[in-house]
Nanobody
Framework: VQLQASGGGLVQAGGSLRLSCEASERTFTRYATGWFRQAPGKERMFVSAISWNGGSTYYADSVKGRFTISVDNAKNTVYLQMNSLKPEDTAVYYC??????????????????WGQGTLVTVSS
């Protein structure tokens, strides 16, 4: 599955952004999808994941209550709505897809479908 992420940009602290990740294949509808982020000089970290039908979602503690993940299978697109942004949310955000939802929770190193990344910068 090829993924194309978009929606990043510069925003002030407290503001909002919505990231989008569009997949190239209809088989995307059977994939779990999610987001990771990598801040400058740091390792890539899990942000959020959603099962293929949207029935299950999972968030990192650092974004819980501020970020919302959703999926529109008719558009082959997963979204990450980010509210109450903080400077520490600044990072390159990557979308990912896996046939297995549990890969996001337990085995992120097994995920092989990645988008190109979109930069989110939150100014204080």
């Amino acid at each position: 599955v090829q993924l194309q992420a978009s929606g990043g940009g510069l925003v002030q602290a407290g503001g909002s952004l919505r990231l989008s990740c569009e997949a190239s294949e209809r088989t995307f509808t059977r994939y779990a999808t999610g987001w990771f982020r990598q801040a400058p000089g740091k390792e890539r970290m899990f942000v959020s994941a959603i099962s293929w039908n949207g029935g299950s979602t999972y968030y990192a503690d650092s974004v819980k209550g501020r970020f919302t993940i959703s999926v529109d299978n008719a558009k082959n697109t997963v979204y990450l709505q980010m509210n109450s942004l903080k400077p520490e949310d600044t990072a390159v955000y990557y979308c990912a897809a896996s046939p297995t939802y549990n890969a996001f929770v337990y085995r992120p190193n097994t995920i092989t479908s990645w988008g190109q990344g979109t930069l989110v910068t939150v100014s204080s």
